[in-house]
């Protein structure tokens, strides 16, 4: 059972390795050092290995040591031909499969597991995530993406989901989430190796935030680049400006601890289109623009016509629960205008 539960961290070891470098490669001249990389790279990995090992061991350790893991996997195949309707038989499977290194049929078992779940098992949702990311298959990242968001509004203290998502975010230069989803996984209790690990990450986070604030302050009258330049203009085209506030009859109701978050959609459903979380201070003055869009493929357009909720979270959770309370309005992204948005209305 060690060697097999070692064989297996190795290949997530080198497919995780696949995945991560790219993510944390440089871009542009601007981008920190190779070394700065792969110091990241070894926390990233260091931190995906404890997680399997502390998620991931249970099921292992409940087969019988004299078992091959090929016995298992066929064991696990025989009860899912005899009982397609075994939800958990189906994760079980394809969590196998994934320890083997075979993602793509892992995938085909969690998307089992999903259409039988009707796609509200965050275990599903976010072993999909997964597989698709350790496929190497860049046209799926944001679709891996989206199952793995999907997974956090379902469950947020979801392991997989909170990893992946953070590394992601820290990909793409958004510090703030980064740390708020490696600070959410240090909260789960890993073990010491693993929360030291991810303490020395977002330290690493709070060095580059410390940084962009600083250089911030020294460059006000600095000439700006042509890619900052593109990025601030891209903001503009979208940016909706909010004044949020509370409606006076529920101000009796008003929790004394929560969280603001403010969420932009679509009109043809899906993920939010942007999302910002905010403290619990009203009235209060804030904007969203495609910045901060959770999937890069799928954010605001200039133009677009959306619907901005913003919403009270009693837990501090991203997921609606019975009692918050909320308010809507319709927006132009990029209108300029600053629109009023009331939170006036709660939640059954």
Known sequence: MTAFLSFALLL??????????????????????????????????????????????????AAPADVEPDQSIASLARNVEHHPDDEPGWLRLAEGYAGLGNYALALRCYESANRLSGGRDPA?????????????????????????????????????????????????????????????MIALGPPESVRTALQRQIEDI?????????????????????????????ADATRIRLHVTLSPALARQLPPTGVLFVFVRSADGGPPLAVKRSTLTLPQDLDLSDTD????????????????????????????????????????????????????????
Not at 213 to 233: N, T
């Open 124 to 184: 599903a949702l976010s072993g999909m995530g997964e597989a698709m990311l350790l496929q190497e298959d860049a046209g799926r990242n944001d679709k891996a993406a989206e199952l793995l968001e999907r997974a956090l509004q379902i469950d947020p203290r979801n392991p997989k989901a909170l990893y992946y998502t953070a590394v992601m975010a820290y990909r793409d230069g958004r510090l703030e989430l980064a740390r708020e989803r490696f600070s959410a």
């Open 293 to 348: 869009a959770m999937v890069a493929s799928r954010a605001m357009k200039p133009g677009q016509d959306v619907a901005v909720v913003a919403r009270i979270s009693a837990s501090g959770s991203a997921t609606p629960s019975s009692g918050d309370l909320y308010g809507e309005v319709r927006a132009v992204a990029g209108s300029g205008k600053i629109l009023p948005l009331q939170i006036d209305q709660r939640s059954p």
């Open 12 to 61: 997530g070891l080198i497919a995780g390795a696949f995945l991560v470098l790219p993510l944390v490669r440089r871009r542009t001249p601007g981008a920190r050092a190779p070394l700065a990389a792969a110091v990241t790279l070894l926390v990233l990995l260091m931190a995906a290995l404890g997680f399997y090992a502390l998620f991931g061991e249970a099921y292992w350790r």
């Open 206 to 234: 709070d060095t580059q935030l410390r940084a962009q604030s600083a250089g911030k302050a020294s460059g006000a009258s600095a000439a700006v680049s042509p890619a900052s330049a593109s990025a601030s203009a891209s």
